[in-house]
């Protein structure tokens, strides 16, 4: 059952540390901890992504801001609870850590796979330039009952299609792990600033 969920779910990641350990919490004694990659893109932008990662797997009271890493683990949220509301977490939970020193190849520094169900109908849209754009959340299953929810973005052919996608359908996605920033009004007159993550759909495919 564990190797199928691992098959479900695959993040491979190559990125240069850019905080230091926080910690997030424990189980049965494992305390976990997250700690900031900033993986680069093709247009010389960086995706900032915070990885789950067990002590038992690197000295968390070390500093390696500045260094490589190249990782591999699922995408995975959970459910915090604030004064008012659940608000969804996401973070990659690291299975493998290696430090690296040479620089990657684009294409691989960066990549994930997610085998799941939808579960919200998909929103479509248009931007003001006429991009298409289709707003995705993937149920993917683990082990015990529990699933991780993942937002996805499709863009234009991919967008029109994934548009006609029924909720409980089971889809596969290929893309990338990105961030997104942006601002949330708070008052009439106080904005605050909120950092999404989500996966940037390449490719995917409906299966019936």
């Not at 990659?37 to 010389?44: H, P, T, Y």
């Not at 479509?124 to 995705?136: F, Q, S």
């Not at 234009?156 to 601002?183: C, D, K, L």
Request: with cysteine; proline share 3%; net charge negative.
């Amino acid at each position: 059952m564990i190797d199928k969920v691992i098959e479900n779910n695959k993040v491979g990641m190559v990125g240069e540390i850019i905080s230091d350990f926080r910690y997030s919490h424990e189980v049965f004694g494992e305390g976990f901890y997250l700690v900031d990659i900033s993986v680069s893109r093709l247009s010389q932008m960086a995706d900032i992504i915070p990885l789950m990662v067990s002590e038992r797997l690197v000295d968390v009271t070390e500093s390696y801001i500045g260094r490589k890493v190249e990782i591999s683990g699922q995408f995975r949220s959970y459910n915090r609870h604030e004064v008012t509301k659940n608000r969804l977490i996401l973070s990659i939970f690291v299975r493998e850590w290696e430090f690296v020193e040479e620089e990657q190849e684009f294409g691989k520094t960066n990549q994930i796979f997610l085998d799941g169900f939808i579960c919200k109908p998909p929103i479509y849209r248009k931007t003001p330039l006429g991009r298409e754009i289709a707003d995705l959340l993937i149920a993917v299953n683990r082990p015990y009952g529990k699933s991780d929810y993942i937002p996805c973005i499709a863009w234009g052919r991919n967008a029109r299609y994934a548009s006609g996608f029924e909720v409980g359908g089971r889809i596969q996605i290929w893309g990338r792990v990105q961030s997104r920033e942006y601002m949330k009004k708070i008052s009439e007159e106080e904005l605050e600033k909120h950092t999404a993550y989500e996966v940037s759909v390449s490719k995917l495919e409906y299966i019936d």
